[in-house]
T-cell receptor
Framework: EAGVAQSPRYKIIEKRQSVAFWCNPI?????LYWYQQILGQGPKLLIQ????????DSQLPKDRFSAERLKGVDSTLKIQPAKLEDSAVYLC????????????????FGPGTRLTVT | QKEVEQNSGPLSVPEGAIASLNCTYS??????FFWYRQYSGKSPELIMS????GDKEDGRFTAQLNKASQYVSLLIRDSQPSDSATYLC???????????????FGQGTILTVHP
């Protein structure tokens, strides 16, 4: 079974530029998550989709971050304009729909995109 | 108070010893608990999940959950140098509202197993 795919793996941009990340979840996983992991910290949830609807975006800085999940499969996360403090690893994870599986809340992570803002 | 707090590291143990990693959480309605292993420069990898009080064993790993004390731990028996990584505790409140399946992570504990 293929895992969660993400691209690009690395990105370096200057502040005030824009950047976009792509994620393809595990086949059949209806729930998709974007996390931000700053060096030395645990991942922090930015946004959660169930199919193509947003379930939780309470910690997404909506003035500069946006995300979409068209057709309930792939997702993109965009930052515009980027700030120095956005330097982090952006992780995408997916899981089965809670309640419809034996282990409903197990999330599986992609390799991440390391963003450096200079 | 942090929502999920892990014992501060780094933790260093000799090869073959038992490594004990601890985690406390603040939300009493939490239902699902996970341990992830993260090697340097890699993404988190799920190694254990536990949903009910007591112990759950999987190979050299044992997860322990005590909901009354809001405490979850991970024991690694016969520690190997390949176990050297950051271990992340994650907690989910489960179903309900906007936190459906949302994971809250601790800051991680760095484990080093030396030969």
């Amino acid at each position: 079974e293929a895992g969660v795919a993400q691209s690009p793996r690395y990105k370096i941009i200057e502040k005030r530029q824009s950047v976009a990340f792509w994620c393809n979840p595990i086949s059949g996983h209806a729930t998709l998550y974007w996390y931000q992991q700053i060096l030395g910290q645990g991942p922090k949830l930015l946004i959660q989709f169930q199919n193509n609807g947003v379930v939780d975006d309470s910690q997404l800085p909506k003035d500069r971050f946006s995300a979409e999940r068209l057709k309930g499969v792939d997702s993109t996360l965009k930052i515009q304009p980027a700030k120095l403090e956005d330097s982090a690893v952006y992780l995408c994870a997916s899981s089965l729909i809670p309640g419809l599986a034996i282990r409903p809340y197990e999330q599986y992570f992609g390799p991440g995109t390391r963003l450096t803002v200079t | 108070q942090k929502e999920v707090e892990q014992n501060s590291g780094p933790l260093s143990v000799p090869e073959g010893a038992i490594a004990s990693l601890n985690c406390t959480y603040s939300d009493r309605v939490s239902q699902s608990f996970f341990w992830y292993r993260q090697y340097s420069g890699k993404s988190p990898e799920l190694i254990m999940s536990i949903y009910s009080n007591g112990d759950k064993e999987d190979g050299r790993f044992t997860a322990q959950l005590n909901k009354a004390s809001q405490y979850v731990s991970l024991l690694i028996r016969d520690s190997q140098p390949s176990d050297s990584a950051t271990y992340l505790c994650a907690v989910s409140t489960g179903a309900g509202g906007t936190s459906y399946g949302k994971l809250t992570f601790g800051q991680g504990t760095i484990l080093t197993v030396h030969p």
